[in-house]
Each structure stands twice: as C-alpha cells, then as structure tokens.
C-alpha cells in the first residue's frame, strides 16, 4: 500500500472512533420520531427499540476512549445490549419489528469487531496498518448507520428479513 492511501486509513480508523457521538444523535433522532409516531399507537415496539438503543450508545459515551481496553468495553455494551434486546422479545415484544433483525445483525457484526480490534490491539499488538483496520473504520459506523435508519423507515432495506424467512422457510408477517 502506497504511503498516502495508508496514511488516508490512519485518519480513518482514529475519526472513526469519534464517530459516537453523531451515532448517538441519530439514536436519538431514531427514538424521538418512534415516540411522536407512536402516539395514538397500540404497538409501541419501535420505540421501545430506538429507547434501548439511545440508552446504550448514551451510556457508551461514557467510556473512555483512550483506555488500554476501549475495544473489550464496546463489545460488552454490544453483547449487553443484544441481551437486552432478547429480554424485551421475550417478554414485551409482541409484534417484532424489521428493526429487530437489523438491530441484532448489527450488534452482532460490531461486537465481532470489536472483539477483532481488541485482539489485534491488546492480546496480540499489531503496530501496523492492515485490513482489520481499515474493515472496522469503514464498516461499524455504516452498520450503526444502517440500523438507526431502519429504526426510523422501518423498512427491510437490505432485504435481510427476506432473506431471514427464505432460510428458515417462513412466510410470517412482520410489523409494517
């Protein structure tokens, strides 16, 4: 890799961590246009959703960035956050939104990350820029992206509800 391209996945990965905060703002957007389209609603599962959602990427701000364990700590907010995702299923989600999915890909897909950086960095240093890198700084702020906005359309925009009822061989309704 050339000196400036790599010089440009640097700054990458160090902005990408500074990247919570607009992440969380979307949260917030996400939540507070579920909770005014919700009014007058008898399923409130959105925005109960987006509320979770708000609460742990607030919370998570919270963590110091410049902490040896940064990346273990995400994973942790991310591993706590789908299991209380499961909990709210089980016992208030009565209609599951497209959300759901989307959220718990998502999580899944940056606690992996995160678990990933946190070996590349901590249990086994890697001083050099390489593709780990350049995957994390580009694909956690898309997939944080990507689930707000399916919490605020609530559409199936990657078709992975699709594809979820294709592979289970379903044909169940989801929450519109």
């Known amino acids: 890799m050339g000196g400036g391209l790599e010089d ?11 990247l919570g905060i607009p992440i969380t703002c979307l949260f917030v957007f996400a939540f ?3 909770l005014s389209a919700a009014i007058n609603k008898s399923d409130n599962s959105r925005t109960q959703l987006s509320f979770i959602m708000m609460v742990s990427y607030t919370l998570s701000l919270y963590i110091d960035m410049y902490t ?3 990346f273990l700590k995400l994973f942790a907010f991310d591993v706590v956050t789908i299991a ?5 299923q089980l ?10 999915y989307y959220l718990i890909v998502g999580l899944c897909i940056n606690a992996s ?3 990933a950086m946190h070996i590349d960095t901590i249990v086994n240093p890697t001083h050099e820029f390489w593709w780990l890198w350049m995957l994390y700084s580009f694909s956690a702020p ?6 707000a906005l399916v919490l605020i359309v609530n559409k199936d925009i990657l078709g992975l509800v699709k594809l ?9 309704p989801v929450a519109r």
Do not use: E, H, Q
Not at 84 to 88: M, T
Not at 91 to 99: D, E, F, N, R, S
Not at 164 to 172: A, D, I, P, S
């Open 8 to 18: 440009f996945f640097w700054s990458l990965a160090a902005i990408s961590n500074l």
């Open 113 to 115: 990350l995160f678990m």
């Open 84 to 88: 209380v995702i499961f909990f709210w």
């Open 142 to 147: 898309i997939v944080d992206f990507i689930m």
């Open 68 to 70: 040896s364990f940064l």
């Open 91 to 100: 016992c208030l989600g009565k209609v599951i939104p497209v959300g759901f």
């Open 164 to 172: 979820k009822n294709v592979v289970l061989n379903r044909k169940t």
């Open 32 to 34: 507070l246009y579920n």
